[in-house]
């Protein structure tokens, strides 16, 4: 049995590791985000549907990956599944600077992740070590401060992928990928050192299904109106506006750095507003900018858009990872994360797949126009599930028993 003070040095010493994990990681991701629109689109001159393709296919390996980390997690263990998840987008990097070939392209965008799912601080390159590490994370951090730590983590992950994102100014694009190999490859080693209690169970029926469904319907949606926009977002500015990968690169950084500091603020939103309000005023106003972004056809004002925009979209985001950890029970919640997440990128490679389909016609409003209309009732839906006390005599329930 260890001794209290083993336990927190075992804690500090876990937070720190995958700390220096998420920071090498972050970095290429921001590196890899910008220079791989740029490098599909000018350098191999293919388009939007193209990108749009590998987006979609990286996507649904990212869900199937993030399943199979989930369910590895609970039954075998968080250190071992997190270690063989994080060398995933070294390899994928090494793997696209090999080749000009989309047949090793589009693999490599399958293994690390490429789906450009969520902004740089949501974690969209290399997103199947999401769940474990989210999962890993909740282990570690006391149950009263999760929303804290997740939040701490996320803002950590921002700042560090929007100066990765700079520092691809000082690279040639294909070289970015060797580069981003060696960054990513640095905070793998560390992960053996690694000690996290682990809660092991056994593949079966999940008691807390009914909440876990409930957090997979409004992820689906939220993975779809993801889909529509996010990827294309910096492919928007270098086929409407043709901006140079330099300033492509200062954008994505000034986009970052203020969707990690709105992240730092979730534990005082959530203080103010709860888990519901705090979804649907941020969400809800960034709905609103992204619905008006393919209108305005002016330069400073679309970057003002890409800059806020993704703030507004993630500054919930640990509140709702938070939320999710507390209401399922500890041996489920590798999957609770795994499905969650399937659910998401499942529906994002269809938002994206037919995003792409309308950019590469010229249609670059409808997907934002589409994004509107599924945000809204995404956020109804969020209000009709969370809002009620009902559901917290269904999480006890839930908990208890096994629903049959």
């Not at 040095?9 to 970095?27: V, Y």
């Not at 063989?84 to 090793?104: D, G, H, K, N, Q």
């Not at 888990?275 to 609103?288: A, C, E, N, P």
């Amino acid at each position: 049995m260890k001794s209290e003070s083993q336990v927190q040095k075992d804690r500090r010493n876990g937070i720190l590791l995958i700390a220096a994990s998420r920071i090498t990681r972050s970095i290429a991701a921001g590196m890899i985000n910008v220079a791989f629109p740029y490098y599909i689109l000018t350098q191999l001159h293919y388009g939007a549907f193209v990108i749009g393709l590998i987006y979609v296919s990286a996507t649904v390996a990212t869900a199937a990956f993030g399943y199979l980390s989930g369910v590895t997690t609970d039954v075998w263990g968080k250190r071992g599944t997190l270690i063989i998840a994080s060398a995933l987008l070294p390899v994928s990097a090494i793997m696209v600077y090999m080749s000009t070939s989309l047949w090793m392209i589009v693999p490599a965008a399958m293994v690390g992740g490429y789906s450009a799912t969520g902004s740089l601080s949501g974690g969209g390159i290399g997103g199947a070590v999401q769940p474990i590490q989210s999962a890993v994370l909740a282990g570690l951090a006391p149950n009263e401060q999760r929303t804290k730590y997740f939040s701490f983590f996320t803002f950590l992950s921002g700042v560090t992928a929007a100066l990765g994102a700079l520092l691809s100014k000082a690279f040639d694009v294909r070289d970015i990928f060797l580069v981003s190999a060696i960054i990513s490859a640095v905070g793998v080693p560390g992960l053996w050192y690694l000690k996290v209690a682990d809660a092991r169970g056994k593949i079966g029926r999940l008691r807390t299904k009914s909440t876990i469904g409930k957090f997979t319907l409004t992820g689906m949606l939220n993975g779809f109106s993801q889909g529509l926009v996010v990827p294309f977002l910096i492919p928007f500015f270098v086929l409407v506006y043709n901006v140079p990968k330099s300033q492509m690169s200062e954008y994505a950084f000034a986009s970052g750095i203020l969707g990690s500091f709105a992240i730092l603020g979730a534990p005082m939103l959530e203080r103010t507003f709860g888990f519901v309000k705090s979804i649907v005023v941020t969400r809800g106003l960034g709905t609103v900018l992204f619905v008006v972004f393919p209108i305005i056809r002016f330069l400073p004002l679309s970057v003002l858009i890409y800059v806020i925009g993704p703030a507004l979209r993630v500054a919930a985001l640990p509140i709702q990872q938070s939320e999710l950890t507390k209401r399922v029970d500890e041996d489920e919640m590798g999957r609770a994360l795994g499905i969650n997440q399937v659910a998401r990128l499942a529906a994002s490679s269809t938002g994206t797949g037919l995003a792409g389909y309308l950019m590469d016609t010229a249609f670059f409003e409808l997907p934002f126009f589409a994004y509107g209309a599924i945000m809204a009732a995404n956020l109804y839906l969020y209000i009709k599930f969370f809002s009620t006390a009902k559901l917290d005599s269904e999480i006890d329930s839930d908990s208890g028993s096994e629903i049959k």
